[in-house]
C-alpha cells in the first residue's frame, strides 16, 4: 500500500499494466514528452519506448479511428483525451465505429481499447475544461462506461478497463487529480467492472452517486443529522443494479447527485429504475440535484452550477421530512 | 469510343489506349496469365453489380451501391496487393472481397439486411464495409500503423469517394498516417458525384491528388477506367509503402455513369449526355478491346469469363436465399464480449411477447 493522488494512483496503474502486457499502447495529445497534461503517462515513454507511449497529431478522430485500427492489428490501445469537452470530435468515431465493430464482424473481432479522459468543473478554468459529458457515452451502445471516485478505485478501474476485451470509456474527476489522496494497492490491482461500491452504511437516507459527486455526497453527509447510505456507482455501464435497488431499499429515500446537466443525464436512467423496481421500497420521491440544463459557466460563477452541499442538504431535508 | 480527352487530363496516367491515335503500353512484369486474370476479375465484379441491381428490382436484395464502371479501379489495385495486405472498402467496393474469394453470398447476405453477411475480416484481411463517409480511414491508418510497429511488413488501403475527401476523417487519418509513416494507400475513386453534389462543389482544389502535398506524401493521378494503370500506380504505392516511405494517394478519375445507389435517380441533376457518352468509355470494354487488341482474348474465352461469374452469382445468392431467418436472440449476442446481465432480462422479455 502507498498514499497517493489520484493521478498518481493513474499514473501507477499504467506502469503496472504496460509492463505486464507487451500488447497496451498508450496514445494522445502531449502523453509522451510531457507525460500528458495533468502528468497521467509521465515516464511511460521513457520506460516503454516512444511507440507505446505515443505523441499524436492533435486529432481526436484521428486518435480514437486509429485505435480501431490498431486492435484490428492486435494491439490494447488506451486513448487519452486531453479534456473532457475535447472528446467531442472523437464521438464519431465511437458511435459510428467503436461499439458497433465487433457487433458488425459477428463477434469475430476483439476492440479491446480504452478512451479516458479527465472530466468535471470546480477547477477554475477556462470554456470546455470542465464538461461532464457521461451520458453520451452512456448512451452508446456497444461501449462500457466507467467512473473512480478514490485513488485505488482509479488505479483499479483503469486496469479492469484495459484487459476488458470490449471497449471502454473511463472519466476521471479532474478536480480531485491532486486533492484526493487515498490507499493504494502496490502491483497489480484491478476493480471489477459492474460492481458499485458502498462508501458508507446508513438508515435514513441513501446518497447515490459517482465520480467527484461522490466526496461531495460525502461532506453533505457530515452536514445532515441523519444516518446516510452512500453508494459510489462506480461503474454507470454495465451498471450494478443489485447494489442501486438493495441501498435504496435500505431506506426508502434517494437523493441521485450528479455534476452533469439534468434532463436526460445519468441520474434519470437511476431514477427510471428505482420507478421500474423499487416502488413498493420507497417511501417518498427520489429526487436528483444536477447540474442545470445550461453551458458550463464561466469560472467566476461555476460554483453556482456545481451541486453544492447546500443544494444536496437542502434535497435531503424535504425527503427526510417527506 | 469516345475521346480519353474528355476526362481533365492532367498528369493522368494511362497504359491502355484507344486503338487509334493513342497507342497501347504495357506494364513491366505482367504475364498473360496476369492479364487474362485481371480481366476474370473486371467480369466477375462487372457481373455481381449487374446482378445486383437485377436482385434488388426483384426484391430480393435491399437498397443496392451501384458500382457499375468502377472495377478497373478495384481490380486494378487490389491485384497489386499481397494477401497480407488489409483492404478497408467504402460501400462503394462492397464487394471487393470476392477478389480474395469471399462468397457471394456473404456480401448479397449483408445487402438483405441478414446478420449472414457478417464475415470476420482477419479471414480475408479485408474489413467491414464502411457505410458513413471516409471514417474508415483512421482504421487503415491505425492498421497500417499497429502491422509496422510489429514489425510485419504487410500494408493497407483504404477506398474512398471524391466526396470523402472534404470529411475531417480524411484528412486526420491521411495526416495520421503520414506523421506514423504508415505503410498506407489512400485510394480516391473521383467518380465525380457525391450522389447529386458535383465536384467542383465539393473542392476549390485543381485536383484531389493536390491535397497529398499537404500531408507530405505524393499524390498520383490516374485513369480510373484503365485497369492497367491502376494497377501500376497502386504497385509502386505499395513498394513506397513496403519500403517504409509512409503513404500514397491516388486518385483514380473516373465518371459516375449509373445512379448512386438503387434508390437514387441522377436525371435530376446529372447530364445523361454525357453519362451516355462516358459509358463508351467503360474499363471492361476498354480492357477488353486492349487484349483483343494484343491478341489474348476471344469470344469463346470471353464467354466462359462471363459464364463462369454468372454461375457464382446464381450460386450465391441461392445460399444467401437458403440462410434461414436470423433468430431474435442474435440481436444481443455481439455487442459485447462480457455483455451485461440485463440483456438476458431483455431476451426472455421479448421471448415472452414475440415468441
Known amino acids: ?322 | 469510343m469516345a475521346a480519353l480527352g474528355a476526362l481533365d487530363s492532367r498528369d493522368l496516367r494511362r497504359v491502355i489506349g484507344d486503338g487509334e491515335g493513342v497507342p497501347d503500353g504495357e506494364v513491366e512484369g505482367l504475364s498473360e496469365a496476369d492479364l487474362l486474370e485481371l480481366h476474370r476479375q473486371l467480369v466477375l465484379l462487372r457481373t455481381y453489380d449487374e446482378r445486383s441491381v437485377v436482385y434488388h428490382r426483384q426484391g430480393r436484395i435491399g437498397t443496392y451501391a451501384i458500382f457499375w464502371g468502377h472495377e478497373a479501379m478495384q481490380v486494378g489495385s487490389a491485384y497489386a496487393l499481397e494477401r497480407e495486405d488489409w483492404i478497408f472498402p467504402s460501400y462503394r467496393e462492397s464487394a471487393i472481397g470476392l477478389l480474395r474469394g469471399l462468397p457471394a453470398a456473404t456480401i448479397l447476405s449483408w445487402w438483405r439486411g441478414h446478420p449472414a453477411g457478417w464475415w470476420n475480416p482477419a479471414d480475408w484481411n479485408v474489413a467491414s464495409i464502411c457505410v458513413p463517409i471516409g471514417t474508415h480511414v483512421p482504421h487503415a491508418a491505425g492498421l497500417a500503423w499497429g502491422k509496422k510497429l510489429r514489425g510485419d511488413s504487410a500494408c493497407a488501403i483504404a477506398y474512398f469517394g471524391d466526396g470523402a475527401t472534404s470529411e475531417g476523417a480524411f484528412h486526420e487519418g491521411a495526416n495520421f498516417a503520414a506523421v506514423m509513416r504508415a505503410p498506407l494507400i489512400l485510394f480516391c475513386n473521383n467518380n465525380q458525384w457525391a450522389i447529386s453534389t458535383p465536384l467542383s462543389a465539393q473542392t476549390a482544389a485543381e485536383t484531389l491528388a493536390d491535397k497529398a502535398v499537404g500531408y507530405g506524401m505524393p499524390g498520383v493521378r490516374v485513369d480510373g477506367a484503365d485497369v492497367l494503370a491502376v494497377y501500376e500506380a497502386t504497385r509502386e504505392a505499395v513498394a513506397r509503402a513496403r519500403a517504409g516511405e509512409g503513404p500514397t494517394l491516388i486518385e483514380a478519375v473516373t465518371y459516375r455513369t449509373a445512379p448512386h445507389a438503387t434508390a437514387d435517380d441522377p436525371a435530376a441533376y446529372i447530364d445523361l449526355e454525357r453519362v451516355e457518352e462516358e459509358r463508351q468509355r467503360e474499363c471492361l470494354g476498354r480492357y477488353e478491346a486492349y487484349l483483343r487488341r494484343l491478341g489474348l482474348l476471344s469470344n469463346e474465352a470471353a464467354e466462359a469469363v462471363r459464364a463462369e461469374a454468372a454461375q457464382l452469382m446464381r450460386d450465391g445468392i441461392a445460399a444467401a436465399e437458403a440462410e434461414p431467418p436470423a433468430d431474435r436472440s442474435l440481436l444481443f449476442s455481439h455487442a459485447f464480449a462480457d455483455p451485461p446481465a440485463s440483456f438476458e432480462a431483455d431476451l426472455a422479455e421479448l421471448r415472452r411477447i414475440l415468441g
Open chain 1, 1 to 322: 500500500m502507498a498514499e497517493l493522488t489520484l493521478v498518481e494512483a493513474i499514473n501507477d496503474g499504467f506502469h503496472v499494466e504496460l509492463e505486464r502486457d507487451a500488447d497496451v499502447m498508450v496514445l494522445g495529445e502531449d502523453v509522451g514528452r510531457a507525460g500528458g497534461v495533468f502528468r497521467a503517462t509521465a515516464g511511460l515513454r521513457d520506460r516503454f519506448g516512444p511507440d507505446r507511449c505515443v505523441d499524436t497529431p492533435l486529432a481526436e478522430a484521428g486518435i480514437l479511428g486509429s485505435a480501431v485500427g490498431l486492435c484490428m492489428a492486435g494491439w490494447r490501445p488506451v486513448c487519452e483525451m486531453q479534456y473532457d469537452a475535447f472528446s467531442y470530435p472523437c464521438l464519431d468515431q465511437l458511435i459510428t465505429h467503436v461499439g458497433r465493430y465487433r457487433w458488425r464482424t459477428g463477434g469475430a473481432m476483439a476492440f479491446p481499447l480504452v478512451v479516458r479522459m479527465p472530466y468535471g468543473g470546480g477547477v477554475r478554468a477556462p470554456e470546455l475544461h470542465d464538461d461532464s459529458p457521461e451520458a453520451y457515452y452512456v448512451h452508446t451502445p456497444g461501449v462500457k462506461v466507467a467512473i473512480p471516485s478514490t485513488p485505488a478505485d482509479a488505479k483499479g478501474l483503469l486496469a479492469a478497463a484495459i484487459r476488458d476485451p470490449d471497449p471502454v470509456v473511463v472519466l476521471e474527476p479532474k478536480l480531485h487529480y491532486r486533492t484526493l489522496r487515498g490507499e493504494v494497492p502496490d502491483g497489480e490491482h484491478v476493480t471489477p467492472l459492474g460492481v458499485a461500491r458502498t462508501v458508507h452504511a446508513g438508515d435514513d437516507l441513501t446518497f447515490v452517486a459517482y465520480g467527484s459527486m461522490v466526496p461531495l455526497a460525502e461532506a453533505a453527509a457530515d452536514a445532515l443529522d441523519a444516518s446516510v447510505e452512500i453508494l459510489d456507482i462506480r461503474t454507470l455501464k454495465p451498471l450494478d443494479e443489485d447494489a442501486l435497488l438493495a441501498a435504496a431499499a435500505k431506506t426508502g429515500r434517494v437523493v441521485i447527485v450528479q455534476e452533469a446537466p439534468r434532463t436526460a443525464g445519468y441520474g434519470a436512467e437511476l431514477a427510471a429504475i428505482l420507478a421500474e423496481k423499487a416502488m413498493l421500497d420507497l417511501r417518498a420521491p427520489v429526487v436528483r440535484v444536477t447540474g442545470y440544463d445550461v453551458p458550463y459557466p464561466y469560472w467566476q460563477i461555476e460554483d453556482a452550477y456545481m451541486p453544492s452541499v447546500e443544494r444536496v442538504v437542502d434535497a435531503a431535508r424535504k425527503l427526510l421530512e417527506f
